[in-house]
């Protein structure tokens, strides 16, 4: 945990421990001819540290001394075969989530959770597939924070901001998903195509109100029911030699039940990838690709595009060289989100309120070697 290279001089200061985590998992798993049956079981634990909640505290995201949380569960799964055509997916879990805030009381947070899904092959090329499916997520820590208040500085003058919370359900949602993949020319080709709606319910948002002055409140609550839905679609080529290329888009959208603090509902937003590419003989290939985010991004940022490359070289027939390359021309390159500089949005009550302006992070460069040993190589014929 280090801020000092991110200009908090002050909060890096105090964070001298490191938070831990622990955990661990146990899985049976049993094969019946084409059928596979799993039972598993999780302990994960995790503690913020003292010296690093307070140096937390220090730039506005306030963690109780002390704070600690604890997962347990179990889970049972079958992947069926009923005929060659035919696969289904079966899963539930049972989760329980004890959070502690500071040194205070203890909360359980029980989930059951259950999904299914099921792929058929209607024709050799093309298959069909639905899921439904639940799930349950407990506040995290931050989101039941206690810390009565805390200042930090955005420049001059310095901004105090008041924390609380109103977060007394957990998160909890239900959905379903129907689409398609179908394969052409000779199955070097792919299209894929999803419809899907999800509903949440005590989804965590938080709100900021201006108090006057340099001080504001900050408010964890639990939102009205929220309507997700959306398309996406993709068509992909990947051959053993020649060019490939991947055209990828989705299209969300959001609708809310109710008054949400500090957002707008129902703002249709637009992503896309592209990428060509081409593959040598003896595995070698080369790629660029472009990724869209449109209008209403999660970034709040305008429309932006970055662009990503890779090159993999085999050098024999048991080596491969790669280098890759993200966000090559430093679209949204900051370290670290820039508060309050992210578009403003526009409340139904007129008013605009400010966001903080989210970051993908500098130009990264990736460089990996590949040695494969004994009989076989490492291309792909």
């Known amino acids: ?16 421990a490191l938070d831990s985590e622990r955990g661990g998992a146990v899985t049976w798993t049993h094969d019946s001819g084409p059928n596979e049956y799993a039972l598993s079981a999780n302990l994960d634990t995790s503690r913020a540290n003292d010296a690093n909640a307070a140096a937390l505290a220090a730039f506005g995201e306030p963690l109780a001394d002390g704070s600690s949380t604890a997962r347990v569960s179990a889970r049972a799964s079958a992947n069926l075969h009923p005929s060659s055509r035919t696969e289904v997916d079966l899963s539930a879990e049972g989760v329980d989530d004890a959070t502690r805030v500071g040194y205070g009381a203890i909360r359980d947070w029980p989930a059951l959770e259950a999904r299914a899904g099921l792929s058929q092959l209607v024709l050799p090329q ?3 597939r639905a899921s439904v499916g639940t799930s349950a997520v407990a ?29 007394t359900q957990e998160e ?76 990828q888009a989705a299209f969300p959208r959001t609708y809310v039940s109710g008054p949400l603090p500090n957002n707008v509902a129902g703002i249709p937003y637009a992503q896309g990838y592209g990428e060509l590419s081409y593959k040598w003989p003896r595995g070698s290939r080369a790629s660029i690709g472009a990724l869209y985010a449109g209008a209403n991004n999660p970034y709040a940022r305008g429309a932006f595009v970055a662009l ?4 993999e070289l085999s050098v024999g027939a048991r080596s491969k060289f790669q280098l890759s390359a993200e966000n090559l021309f430093g679209a949204l390159g900051g ?5 309050f ?15 903080s ?11 990996m070697f590949r040695q494969s040993f004994g009989q076989g190589a490492i291309f792909e014929h």
């Open 335 to 339: 370290r670290i989100p820039v508060a």
């Open 172 to 247: 909890e949602a239900s959905g379903g998903d129907v689409g398609l993949e179908w394969r052409l020319h000779g199955n070097t080709t792919t299209l894929s195509a999803d419809l899907y709606a999800t509903q949440t319910n005590h989804a965590y948002v938080l709100s900021t109100t201006s108090l006057g002055g340099p001080f504001y409140a900050t408010l964890w609550s639990n939102a009205p029911p929220m309507h997700d839905e959306g398309a996406e679609i993709s068509l992909v080529q990947f051959k053993p030699i020649g060019l490939g290329f991947i055209v």
């Open 126 to 128: 093309l298959s069909l």
């Open 139 to 167: 506040p995290p820590l931050d989101v039941l924070d206690v810390t009565p208040a805390s200042q930090f500085s955005l420049g001059l003058p310095p901004a105090t901001f008041f924390f609380s919370s109103s977060v």
């Open 1 to 16: 945990f280090d801020l000092a290279n991110d200009g908090y001089a002050g909060a890096a200061s105090l964070a001298r």
């Open 308 to 311: 990503n490359s890779n090159l």
């Open 341 to 355: 500089a992210g578009m403003p949005q526009l409340l139904p009550s007129g008013a605009f309120v400010p966001t």
């Open 357 to 367: 302006a989210n970051v993908l992070g500098p130009p990264t460069v990736r460089v």
